[in-house]
């Protein structure tokens, strides 16, 4: 089953305006992690935000925040005043398991596409 | 700041050859991992290291090894190479302070021919 789910395939965005990237996952553990992770065209993954599951107040990164929504085990996340090196490709990861397993899940993914 | 290393960065092999894909983490991260991309999909876990030891294994083929030497670089040695094995291979690291983060390479893209 499907860890990660991110339903939007693609979205287009107006330049200076915030764009909301959905995110849901499932897990039954209770100590878990999600990122969201940024790919450019040229391929790099870049690290973006981190939500720990105990982590009472939403992450916030400049123009990155994480919209974390526990009980409905979903984890959006909010790029506020678009820029046209915006455009990417943005995945949602998760972290799950014991103090000794950290590799990520990723979800399909959402291609942004900025507009000037 | 340093980032992950890997190389090469582009590699084109035959079918049934061999390629090794090299890693080298940020300075005074312990752990490294591996993920596979292939075209049009989320990269997927294939093996970690933690301080030189395998510390997880994911959905990686028999065919693939790999192991982390002494001064914490990587190795992903692939035989007997097969077509659905072009792919773009991320190698990422973190801290043994933080290991919740990790942070990536720019990949190796691997194309067999």
């Known amino acids: 089953a499907q860890k990660i789910t991110q339903t939007q395939p693609g979205m287009f965005v107006q330049e200076k305006e915030a764009v909301t990237l959905d995110c849901t996952y499932d897990?039954?553990?209770?100590?878990?992690?999600l990122f969201w992770y940024k790919q450019p065209s040229s391929g790099e993954m870049i690290f973006l935000i981190y939500?720990?599951?105990?982590?009472?107040q939403n992450a916030t990164e400049g123009r990155y925040s994480l919209n974390f929504q526990k009980a409905r085990k979903s984890a959006n996340l909010v790029i506020s005043a678009s820029q046209l090196g915006d455009s990417a490709m943005y995945f949602c990861?998760?972290?799950?398991?014991?103090?000794?397993?950290?590799?990520?899940?990723f979800g399909a993914g959402t291609t942004v596409t900025v507009r000037a | 700041a340093a980032g992950v290393i890997q190389s090469p960065r582009h590699l084109i092999k035959e079918k049934r050859e061999t390629a090794t894909l090299k890693c080298y983490p940020i300075?005074?991260?312990?752990?490294v991992y591996w993920y596979q991309q292939g075209p049009g999909q989320d990269p997927q876990f294939l093996i970690s290291?933690?301080?030189?030891?395998?510390?997880d294994k994911g959905s990686i083929p028999d065919r693939f090894s790999a192991q982390q030497f002494s001064d914490y670089h990587s190795e992903l040695n692939m035989s007997s190479l097969e077509l659905g094995d072009s792919a773009l291979y991320f190698c990422?690291?973190?801290?043994?302070?933080?290991?919740?983060?990790?942070?990536f390479g720019p990949g190796t893209r691997l194309l067999v021919l």
């Open positions: 990861a998760m972290r799950e398991g014991g103090s000794n397993d950290y590799k990520l899940s």
């Open positions: 300075p005074r991260h312990d752990t």
């Open positions: 939500q720990g599951s105990y982590d009472e």
């Open positions: 990422a690291s973190s801290p043994s302070g933080n290991r919740e983060t990790q942070y």
């Open positions: 897990t039954s553990d209770q100590s878990y992690g």
């Open positions: 290291f933690y301080e030189k030891m395998q510390s």
